[in-house]
């Protein structure tokens, strides 16, 4: 057994075939597996559905109560530190279990402007984005030598490491390292919008600010390069691709997305806690899940796992009477049935589903979804 | 002097305790190839069964083995029905991640709900009596018993396992199935089987370390497992993965380095764990395939 | 009744059919040689006697169907297959990996049988204890033939033993071959790229092409048919 887990052991799993860098348009079969050619009838159902999103997402803070609207900013940072660490995981194959780290630091980095210096809120989510992005560089840069596996355990150490870091040196309320900026940090920058729906409408327009960034990264040359990595990190080197590069700026970036999120979660929930030594690597935990069950290597995914699990961990508290301890198990034991019920995420498993719809009505010859082994065309 | 002494056999007995986790993680690992992050829960939910088979009255050494024999059946069990779904070429290895977390989950707040939230204490297989070696002016070095216990079974462990895995044909077929399952399968052997056998051990191993755990404490809860699961995983880390040995003796390295850096750094005092997480990353970084880990050779 | 018996045999991988109809049949005590450029299917055929995928149509070993069984059944039947790449254990030592081929005997003869086998190839047995990774690749396809020979086959599968291996080893390999053949009987099927080294010791030919047999005949006849040769083989 090797414990050399690359990037490439993910691709095929991914739902995505091993893509090979062209320096035009991808035309390949492989590629159009990674981009599908679309039957008509399916962009005209997924612009329904989106439209139909769009407006649930933009109406729901007046429907809703500032305790459901909470949850639902709750989802969509967690959408963004899905996405950060879709990008490094899902796009590029380096397993992180540490960016609940990244997502501290940002929050971290917020509180403490606003506590400790005065500043407003606003900005400091920039500053978040730029010192986590910063850090991202700085792990990045030894991830370089470590693979698979082994990644996956150090960034776990990175995320169980920063409770301790902080408890060390941020002294809060009570001399814990919590800090819980005033509410008046908070309010609403726009007359008319009350507090919650103000945080969860600047959620929302960070969000697809970054989810479009995300589309626009993973589709142009950057974006190839990332999955070449992941796919075949020695071809990918051999044909030009700077991979170090590559990798480091992806680890800087997905930081930076968590980073943000931690900032968006300072906000919202209006604390910043590292008072439970594991905290952070629960908050990695949920990054990794949100994104496995919604679909790794896909746009929607992240957001999609992330509004299941805030939803599933929500439902899951009060289902037993009087059994509420239970909700952990039942919680965990509804993972486990997602992922075996939808190996690649929901995202993935509407896109078969489509794929399959839309092959009944068009010709055969589709780019195979098991991959083949390597030294078996004989 | 002797306190160092003290604090290193502390350590090691400690060490026996993490290598003996990471034992069975690299035995998943290499078997399966999974990451079991409930090792833990897993074994603390033995010692709760260990626990409650004491208040049955059977004597500790029977409740423990008869907990390792019930952990044996339990791990094949959850191989065969949980991990199983999840193992081939396109199944994603984040997939099985994901069941290895919601079993942690599930396993944890199980406990809770059988056996409630209260500490409970098992009761120490060995008297507590403390064993004067290396008289001097001082009053010598002191070892208590069950720290000479916790050697005493992670020596004989590591025998029994030894044994089994390079003189017997179950071990080599075992260890046929970790290198490579499918030239495996080609000669004849039935790989399911062997990866259910390689997960009930790994549990008989995790109920027997819960157990020198919870026996070496006044009491324990749920959350017994809960920071020793990260210095085992630093134990196996460390040694890479790929091996047992490397393992346990990573597992001892570790629990010295601990006991001593408690002792002796006071800039860490009360973020202990800053060390063995310390010490995955330098040696990682440094030796990418751990102190023991084979070099593997990539083909473009 | 042939030893090993394939008819209709179609299948391959997903949604990729590999396989469009294979009769092929191996007889006791003869080589078989299965030729073809890469892609003909020559490994998947070899996967499919060996249950690796699942195909249809019938595969028959001494009678028996077996389509349809796991590779661990097929391999107590008494079929022994070396894959494409050889399947070493290579962190397992070359003593260990030889007596995996033996996993499954219950007689007593595996000692004596392990000597014969280190005597026949000592380089081997000089290696006995070295973790059979760290081996070159010809003295791996040795310890994967007497691995293979270690279970004693009734039917050998062979998968393109001569890949990656120096022309004379290559050809000290299929002398060995040979030799088992002869003088124990041993039926093989062979898959092979270099076909002039197969047919020298192969009984019967097939020459495949995208899945289908496209030309069977006698091996020496077929060596000495300068059309096919050309068409099929290169050469």
Sequence with gaps: MTTDQTGADLAPALGVEPLVVEDEAPRTAAAQTLFPP?????????????????????????????DINRVLSQAIYLAIAAMGLNLLTGFNGQVSIGHGAFFGIGAFTSAILIVDHGWTYEPTILVSAIFTGLFGLLVGLPALRVRGLYLALVTLGLAVLFPNVVQR????????????????????????????????????????????????????????????????????????????????????????????AGSLSVMIDRLADGTNPIIYFQRSIEFLVAMVIGGAATIMGPAVGALIL???????????????????????????????????????????????????????????THPIPDDSHD | ??????????????????????LALVLIFRSTGVLNFAQGEMAMFSTFITWKLTTGGLPVWGAILISMGIAFIAGAAIERTLIRPFEGSNRSPLNVVIVSLGMFLAINSLAQLVFGTDPQRLPSPVPNRRLTILESSNGGINITYPTLMLIAVLIVECIALWWLLQRTKLGLKLRAVAADADSARLHGIKAGSMLMFGWALSAAIGALAGAMVASSRVGFDASLMQTIIVYAFAAAALGGFDSLWGAVLCGIFVGVANSLTVQYVNALDGIELVMPLALILIVLVVMPNGLFGKRTVERV | ??????????????????????????????????????????????????????????????????????????????????????????????????????????????????????????????????????????????????RAMMARPKLLLLDEPSLGLAPLVTRELFARLGELNREQGLSVLVVEQNASLALSIGHWAYVLETGRIAVQNEAVKLQDDEAVRKAYLGF
């Design chain 1, 310 to 368: 805030v939803l599933l961990r929500r439902n899951t508290q009060n289902l037993i009477e009087g059994k509420e301890i239970l909700a952990p198990a039942i919680y965990g034991a509804s993972l486990i049935a997602i992922v075996f019920v939808l190996p690649e995420g929901v995202v993935g498993g509407v896109r078969r589903l489509l794929a399959a719809l839309g092959r009944r009505s068009s010709a055969k010859g589709r780019p195979p």
């Design chain 2, 1 to 22: 002097m002797q306190l160092f002494v003290e604090q290193v056999i502390n350590g090691i007995a400690n060490g026996a305790i993490y290598g003996a986790l990471a």
């Design chain 3, 1 to 146: 009744m042939s030893l090993l018996e394939m008819e209709s045999v179609a299948g391959g991988y997903g949604q990729v059919q590999v396989l469009h109809g294979i009769d092929l049949a191996v007889e006791q005590g003869h080589v078989a040689v299965v030729l073809g450029a890469n892609g003909a299917g020559k490994t998947t055929t070899l996967r499919a006697i060996s249950g690796m995928i699942h195909v249809q149509g019938d595969i028959r070993f001494n009678g028996t169907s077996i389509v349809g069984r796991s590779p661990e059944a097929v391999s107590r039947m008494g079929i022994a297959h070396v894959p494409q790449g050889r399947g070493t254990f290579t962190d397992l030592s070359v003593d260990d990996n030889m007596r995996i081929g033996a996993i499954n005997r219950k007689d007593g003869e595996v000692e004596s049988d392990l000597a014969t086998w280190y005597d026949l190839f000592p380089r081997l047995g000089d290696r006995r204890r070295q973790q059979a990774g760290s081996m070159s690749g010809g003295e791996q396809q040795m310890l994967a033939l007497a």
């Design chain 1, 169 to 260: 040196f941020v002294k809060g309320v009570g001399g814990v390292a919590l800090l819980r900026p005033p509410r008046s940090a908070f309010s609403s920058l726009i007359g008319g919008l009350a507090d919650d729906q103000w945080a969860y409408y600047l959620s929302l327009v960070i969000m697809v600010v970054l989810y479009i960034l995300a589309w626009n990264l993973v589709r142009g040359r950057v974006g190839r390069a990332m999955i070449a990595v992941r796919d075949q990190e020695l071809a990918a080197a051999t044909v030009g691709v700077p991979v170090a590069r590559t990798k480091v700026v992806t680890f800087a970036i997905s930081a930076a997305y968590a980073g943000v």
């Design chain 1, 38 to 66: 679309i039957p008509a009838v399916v962009t005209r159902t997924r612009i329904v559905i989106g439209v139909v999103l769009a407006a649930a997402a933009l109406y729901a803070p007046w429907y809703y109560g500032p």
